[in-house]
Nanobody
Framework: VQSVESGGGLVQAGGSLRLSCIVSGSPFSINNMGWYRQAPGKQREFVAR????????YYAESVKGRFTIARDNAKNTMFLQMNNLKPEDTAVYYCTNFVTGIWGQGTQVTFSS
């Protein structure tokens, strides 16, 4: 099983981006998946994930109310809709499977002033 992220780019204050993570294999694997990010010089941190077998979602406090994790099973794709972006959201964003421990290659989100 592999995952490939896309959708990163340059954003300005208050802007939005939607990240995608295409997952090979069964779409049910998305039930155990989520997003992390790593800012320059910082440790990788949790952003959002599916919980309760995919029935629920869980967010880091820093993104709650601004980011939304979603999925399209027909396309084997997980999304991260990011709204009202802030400079501190600049990071490489990764999707990961919490059961298999597989990580994608990451996609860069950069805040542009």
């Amino acid at each position: 099983v592999q995952s490939v992220e896309s959708g990163g780019g340059l954003v300005q204050a208050g802007g939005s981006l939607r990240l995608s993570c295409i997952v090979s294999g069964s779409p049910f694997s998305i039930n155990n998946m989520g997003w992390y990010r790593q800012a320059p010089g910082k440790q990788r941190e949790f952003v959002a994930r599916f919980v309760n077998g995919g029935a629920g979602t869980y967010y880091a406090e820093s993104v709650k109310g601004r980011f939304t994790i979603a999925r399209d099973n027909a396309k084997n794709t997980m999304f991260l809709q990011m709204n009202n972006l802030k400079p501190e959201d600049t990071a490489v964003y990764y999707c990961t499977n919490f059961v298999t421990g597989i990580w994608g290659q990451g996609t860069q989100v950069t805040f542009s002033s």
